[in-house]
């Protein structure tokens, strides 16, 4: 497979107060873990910006002024968002690149430049409803992404796959009356944010919630990835599948309870390429979401990669 990564030095410019979980480090622990010799082969690419326009294929504009309004202009000030989101002056830019990678990376799998891609980039965004910037996201890059597919290369049906420890509210919210696109998550419940249940179908039944119960690990999340979301997605047939690819299910991560092991995220990423193999030729886009114990997000994201890289 040949597999590209989108970076970008301003992904460690987006600041949040200290203590906070989402920060400059988890990117910084990444990198680091993609530098070693096995990512040798990845074809390594600096992120591209955004339009402001690009935000709206998800949110209204309204939304997008909201998030500008809230973006300090001195250096070293934070603005609270809402109750867990906060903006330097540099988040606008940081997450307009986090949607610019996105969007570059379908254009990469639908054009033959790479077979898939991972885009390490922050703030997260699959939290960020239409129009709601929480959980320390701004824009549903997943969303737009899946958007940018269809507009710009005819994509009929795209999967997003969320397998963060957190529900993805947001990329719920956008698409729970769209039978173009296929929502899967696993996640823990009860959890932040408190969406998720199974009998959240969307409208045409095209959400799919495999909730987790707290402590469970890698067996019970195996079963509901090959119960519930590779049934859904083998039906779908999407011509993409787009990865939220949030490391929080790990068992050291401090914001939950679910005890994956990186195995667990090398074997997910291998189901998910046999599908897109089948219906999408090969065509992946996995996001960076969440993650906050470094060590356990470096182990998984290098597990990640390297099975998107060896197919
Ligand atoms: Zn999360």
Redesign the pocket.
Known sequence: MSTRLYEHPIFLEHVTPAGHPERPDRVRAINVALGHPNFARLDRKEAPLASEEAVLLAHPEDHLRAVMRHIPEEDGEINQIEADTYASPKSLQAALTGVGAAMAAVDDVFTGQADNVFVAARP?G??AEKTTAM?FCFFNNAAIAARHAQKRHGAERVAIVDW???HGNGTQDIFWDDRSVLFCST?QMPL?PGTGAKDETGKHGTIVNAPLSPNVGSEQFREAFKSRVLPALSDFRPDLIIISA?F?AHHRDP??QINLVGEDFDWATGRLLEIADKSASNRVVSLL????DLEGLAESAGLHVLRLMKG
């Open positions: 997260p699959h939290h959980g963060d420890v957190h996640h932040y949030g929080d914001l939950a979401e969440g993650g906050y």
